[in-house]
C-alpha cells in the first residue's frame, strides 16, 4: 500500500532563515505530487505540483520554491523566511484511480517568529 | 473559475444523530470529481468519500453518505449515527477532468460531536 512522510513534524524559524521541507512517497512510482498551505482555520492553497522528476509548477507567486530530485521526494524550500510564510504544510500525491483523488501526509505546522 | 462554498463554517450534533454538511459549487464543466475530506484534530487529511460527476448514484462509505444534485451544483455529506470521532473539520472538494492538477477546496465546516 501507499504512504506519504513529511518532515519534520513542527519546525520554528527565525525571520530570514532557511527553510527546507520533505516530502516522500513510498508504493507507487511517478505519483503527482503536491504541497498546499493552510493558514490557521482556513482551507488548501495549493502552491506547487509536480509531475515528475525537475518538473514543478507554481500556483502562485511568493517566497517559496520547490524541486522534485528524485521519482518519490517532494521538497519545499525558502531562502529567507517571511512572517506571513508560517501556517501548516501538507503534502499529497495523486491517485491512480478513476476519481483522481489526492492522499496527504501528515503535515509540517511552521511557525516564522 | 471553478469555487467551492461552505456556507456552514461550525455545526454540532449529539452522538448516535445524524447530520448533513452543505456543499455548493460553481462550475461550466460537465466531467469533474466531488471529495469529502476529513481533518482531525491531528491534522491529517483523510478522504471520507467521493463522487464522479457522471454517476448518478449517491455515494456511500459505511456511516458516510452523499447527496448529489447535479444541476443545483450541490454536493451534501450525511453522517448517520454521530461518533465522538466524527469531530473534525470537514472540507468539500472539486476537481475538473480536464484540469486534475488544480483540487478546489471550500473553507470547511467544524463539526462538533457533543456526548
Known amino acids: 500500500s501507499q504512504t506519504i512522510h513529511q518532515w519534520p513534524a513542527t519546525l520554528v524559524q527565525p525571520v530570514g532563515s532557511p527553510l527546507s521541507l520533505e516530502c516522500t512517497v513510498e508504493?507507487?512510482?511517478?505519483?503527482?505530487l503536491y504541497w498546499y498551505r493552510q493558514a490557521a482555520g482556513r482551507g488548501l492553497q495549493l502552491l506547487f505540483y509536480?509531475?515528475?522528476?525537475?518538473?514543478i509548477s507554481s500556483e502562485v507567486p511568493q517566497n517559496l520554491s520547490a524541486s522534485r530530485p528524485q521519482d518519490r521526494q517532494f521538497i519545499l524550500s525558502s531562502k529567507k523566511l517571511l512572517l506571513s510564510d508560517s501556517g501548516f504544510y501538507l503534502c499529497?500525491?495523486?491517485?491512480?484511480?478513476?476519481?483522481?483523488?489526492?492522499?496527504f501526509g501528515p503535515g509540517t505546522r511552521l511557525t516564522v517568529t | 473559475a471553478q469555487t467551492v462554498t461552505q456556507s456552514q463554517p461550525e455545526m454540532s450534533v449529539q452522538e448516535a444523530e445524524t447530520v448533513t454538511l452543505s456543499c455548493t459549487y460553481d462550475t461550466s464543466e460537465s466531467n469533474y470529481y466531488l471529495f469529502w475530506y476529513k481533518q482531525p484534530p491531528s491534522r491529517q487529511m483523510i478522504l471520507v468519500i467521493r463522487q464522479e460527476a457522471y454517476k448518478q448514484q449517491n455515494a456511500t462509505e459505511n456511516r458516510f453518505s452523499v447527496n448529489f444534485q447535479k444541476a443545483a451544483k450541490s454536493f451534501s455529506l450525511k453522517i448517520s449515527d454521530s461518533q465522538l470521532g466524527d469531530t473534525a473539520m470537514y472540507f468539500c472538494?472539486?476537481?475538473?477532468?480536464?484540469?486534475?492538477?488544480?483540487?478546489?477546496f471550500g473553507a470547511g465546516t467544524r463539526l462538533t460531536v457533543k456526548p
Open positions: 509536480s509531475v515528475g522528476i525537475g518538473q
Open positions: 499529497a500525491w495523486r491517485g491512480s484511480g478513476g476519481y483522481h483523488e489526492q492522499y
Open positions: 508504493g507507487t512510482s511517478n505519483p503527482n
Open positions: 472538494a472539486f476537481i475538473m477532468r480536464a484540469r486534475l492538477e488544480d483540487m478546489r
